[in-house]
């Protein structure tokens, strides 16, 4: 009768345990999506990868050019942690030599001219810029997108050989940078 009182317990402490389970997995909140994504940019060049890790910020009804991406001030070009990349092999990124190796880029937008950002110091939260640590900066290309692009990206484009095009667009804004291997 002991075996019997102990099998009949132990069934009702599981059918006990699986209604709680059942019943806190119903009340869950449902996970709200991330407002800024993390997204990648790749190409191969030379053979080996380059890799961009950043994060996509959205418009979301804001202004962003000259508002939420303010003129004359580095950008983290991206949001949340700064924005990495990551080359195994030497490159030339419009007018700068960047030897292999990871790096943090930031952008210095204008409503003239921006400067593509790179900077030795890695690791680090997205902001504050961290003054004093650039690789170096380069001119971009700006065009105008035909339609506003809802969430920022970053991508290698017209890759021909070794040479690349490094876009940023966001909102109407298009900015670019040759990026050549070594």
Known sequence: MTKFRSLKMLSLAACLLFVVTAAHAQTEAPKKPIL?????????????????HYNSPSMR???????LVPYDKPWRTGANPATTLITPVNLKIGTLDVPAGTYTIFT???????LFIVSKKTGEWGIPYPEGNDLGRTPMTG???PSPQE?????????KGNTTELHVKWETTDEYVTVTAQ
Request: proline share 7%; aromatic share 4%; glycine share 10%.
């Open 61 to 67: 009804g804001r202004k962003i050019m000259g508002g």
């Open 108 to 114: 210095l937008p204008s409503q003239t001219q921006w």
């Open 36 to 52: 800024s994504p993390p997204a990648t940019a790749e190409v191969t060049l030379n053979g080996q990868q380059i890799t961009i």
């Open 143 to 145: 065009a105008t997108l």
């Open 151 to 159: 969430s920022m990206s970053i991508s290698f484009e017209n890759t």
